[in-house]
């Protein structure tokens, strides 16, 4: 996670950009086909590879703001990219996206979506492409890919929609799994969006970790045990202590060894901010390159009493 976080006002905005793009594509079944959103926004997709960086010297070389070039060594383009481990870049100039070709192909469709999200937010040429797009503020960078994201996520779950189709059904890894092939869409993103978006008032959360008995399973880059650590509204107020390091650890206490498939699934009890304690049913599933967990609020924990 970037840290980054979406205004109030941004928030609204970016609902009224994608409700435009939407209704312009005649208010599409699921899945959203990004070639569609493409041609109506006249983007152009293209793939670079930092092995041979002819298209990105290319289009360094061409590329200009307000009849200004922007980036006077092509070259440079290519060691930013490098430097910063990009695996996709918006340019204006041109209205190109472009996605590195070595990208896993599940992972290319949210990164083209995010990239198209910078497009059509009209603030974001300002951001990205300025007089000091090298030294922009940590921050506000962070906020930018926070709006990216935010854009996609409102476009590849078509807004509402998926939230409400998602409350009809039940609360399990096999509705994830169910709505993660209608929207098509990785089944990451699609835990991100169930347990953000299901049910607000209903305490969940997600975490996407390395799996507790096989190291080559799922470990950060930067070698921690949890990559994301996703929460609903209800859990982030009632179950503040909950932590990544205290999911991590419950997972690797209760799961089994398999390198595929389902890893656990119980009931669970946490403590909730009051020092009450209340059980959720959570399932973990291990797809060979993470694990992923989910768990759902289920009821208040029954009251333990002792027999003499």
């Known amino acids: 996670m970037n840290g ?5 006002y941004e928030a609204e905005d970016i609902r009224r950009l994608v409700d435009r793009i939407l209704l312009d594509l005649g208010n599409p ?17 293209k793939f670079y590879s930092l092995t041979n960086p002819s298209l990105l010297q290319e289009i360094a070389h061409r590329m200009k703001v307000a009849g200004k070039q922007v980036i006077a060594r092509p070259t440079l383009l290519v060691d930013v990219v490098k430097k910063a481990k990009l695996s996709a870049l918006w340019v204006p100039d041109g209205n190109r996206i472009l996605i590195d070709e070595g990208v896993p192909d ?5 990164i083209e979506a995010h990239e198209v999200g910078h497009s059509f937010i009209p603030w974001h040429k300002n951001f990205l492409f300025g007089d000091d797009q090298y030294t922009l503020d940590p921050d506000c960078h962070a906020d ?14 078509l807004q509402d929609r998926f939230a409400t189709e998602a409350r009809d059904l039940a609360t ?7 709505m993660a092939k209608r929207y098509g869409n990785t089944i990451t993103t699609t835990l991100w969006r169930v347990v953000e978006e299901r049910d607000r008032q209903q305490p969940a959360f997600g975490m996407v970790s390395a799996h507790p008995f096989h190291s080559d399973i799922g470990r950060d880059p930067d070698g921690k045990d949890v990559r994301y650590f996703i929460r609903s509204e209800a859990f982030r107020n009632r179950f503040p202590g909950i932590t990544p390091e205290f999911s991590w650890n419950l997972l690797r206490a209760n799961c089994g060894g398999s390198r595929k498939g389902p890893i656990f699934e119980g009931n669970i009890v946490l ?31 029954p009251i333990l009493i002792g027999v003499r």
């Open 172 to 178: 399990s890894f096999k509705t994830i799994q169910k």
């Open 144 to 157: 930018v890919e926070a709006e990216a994201n935010f854009a996609a996520a409102r476009l590849l779950f």
């Open 29 to 45: 079944e699921p899945p959203l086909r990004l070639s569609d959103v493409r041609l109506l926004l006249e983007l152009d997709l």
């Open 271 to 301: 403590t909730d901010v009051n020092g009450s304690r209340h059980e959720f049913a959570m399932e973990s599933f291990c797809n060979q390159h993470a694990v992923l967990t989910y768990a759902v609020y289920v009821r208040p924990a």
């Open 106 to 110: 599940p992972k290319k469709r949210w």
């Open 4 to 8: 980054g976080t979406v205004g109030a």
